[in-house]
Every structure is written in C-alpha cells, then in structure tokens.
C-alpha cells in the first residue's frame, strides 16, 4: 500500500528553472526519505529529513516537512539536465518505508 | 560506499520455469528487501528479512519465496513464473538500530514469456 503520494506526476522544466515536487502521506511518520531513480536503474537515497524537523538542505535540494499537513516538498534549484529522473518520497511510520508512486522530472538542455 | 549487487540486470525466462534472483550486500546490513517495480503502481515490497534465515511477507509475497542462508546474500525465487511476475525487481539492505535509509541495488528486469 503507498502511503506517500508525489504530485505531480510528471515535470518537465528547462535547464536552470528550479523544480518543485510534492508528497502527502497519511499516517504519522518518524522520518521521510527522498530518493532519486534513474531511468532503468536502482534508487538512490538523497536526503532524510526527521519528523521534528521543518527544512533540511543538501547541496541544491531542500526539503521541507509539515506534520500538521502531512506534507513534504522537494525543491531542486538551477536544475541540470542531469538531474533528469524519477522522484520518490518514502515514509517511516516505524516499522517498514513505504514507497509513492514518484515523480518524473525532465530538464531539458 | 554501499553496495549492492544483483545477479543480471536483464533475465528472460519462460512461463513455469523456476527463476532465482540473487542480492549480495557488502556492509554487513541487518535488513534486506526485495521490490517489484511496474508503471503506475510504484515499489511494491515482497519479502523481507531483518536477520539470517529469517524472513517476513511484505505487501505482495504471492508466487514468491526468499531465503537468507548468509547475512550478506538475500535470493528472491519464483517457484513457477507466470507472465505476470514481468516486472522490475529491486532489492535494497539497511541498518538496524536507526533511520530505514535503504541502499538499492541496480535492478533486474525479468521477462517472463
């Protein structure tokens, strides 16, 4: 079962623009997780942020959490044609990560 | 760094055939995962195991069993494959004693026909 759900589904922005995702959930969580899944490839865990803190930065992503919202965003700044790739929240209610169904980011050049 | 293999990265099998997937990790994780991935539905987790020989049913363990003989290897095995089990299959370990963060292997792209 997902417990977080990115919006949107899909992006598409142009090098340089920042991009912002989106992730809900629906139980009370201990800590959310971002990674990052390149096209055919594994997931990579980018950023955790606790459930008693609001932002978190990493280089050029920051991370925001509202509990009250059950809520989490994802902000990518000057995004590279690199950072093209599926997005996915993860949750940790405390006893296993669920996963949302991502979203799919394309910068393009 | 973490590592985590996967024994191929494409497999075309035939339907009714036995197929293991195998997971090797080289940080002395505790936790190891097994996931299918397909469009729309996200990451799904089959299995799990927090300790050798141990294991747990995740979301969708149906037509699925693992087995954990070694800490560091985790197989994934498809008794009898049907062509619904064509999908991407993830395995990922973790610590125990903190934050689930998983490390995930590249990923096995399975064919059943």
């Known amino acids: 079962s997902q417990q977080g759900e990115e919006d949107p589904q899909a992006l598409s922005i142009q090098e340089g623009e920042n991009a912002t995702m989106n992730c809900s959930y629906k139980?009370?969580?201990?800590?959310l997780q971002w990674y990052r899944q390149n096209s055919g490839r594994g997931l990579v865990h980018l950023i955790l942020i606790r459930s008693n803190e609001r932002e978190k930065h990493s280089g050029r992503l920051r991370v925001t959490l509202d509990t009250s919202k059950k809520s989490s965003s994802l902000l990518i700044t000057a995004s590279r044609a690199a950072d093209t790739a599926s997005y996915f929240c993860?949750?940790?209610?405390?006893?296993?990560?669920?996963f949302g169904g991502g979203t799919r980011l394309m910068v393009k050049p | 760094d973490v590592k985590v293999t996967q024994s191929s990265r494409y497999l075309v099998k035939r339907t009714g055939e036995k197929v293991f997937l195998e997971c090797v990790q080289d940080?002395?994780?505790?936790?190891m995962f097994w996931y299918r991935q397909d469009p729309g539905l996200g990451l799904r987790l089959i299995y799990f195991s927090y300790d050798v020989k141990m294991k747990e049913k995740g979301d969708i363990p149906e037509g699925y069993s693992v087995s954990r003989e070694k800490k560091e290897r985790f197989s994934l095995i498809l008794e009898s494959a049907s062509t619904n089990q064509t999908s991407m299959y993830l395995c990922?370990?973790?610590?125990?004693?903190?934050?689930?963060?998983?490390?995930f292997g590249p990923g096995t792209r399975l064919t059943v026909l």
């Open positions: 990922a370990s973790s610590t125990s004693g903190g934050p689930d963060t998983q490390y």
């Open positions: 940080m002395d994780h505790e936790n």
């Open positions: 993860a949750t940790d209610p405390g006893n296993m990560l669920t």
């Open positions: 139980t009370s969580i201990n800590n």
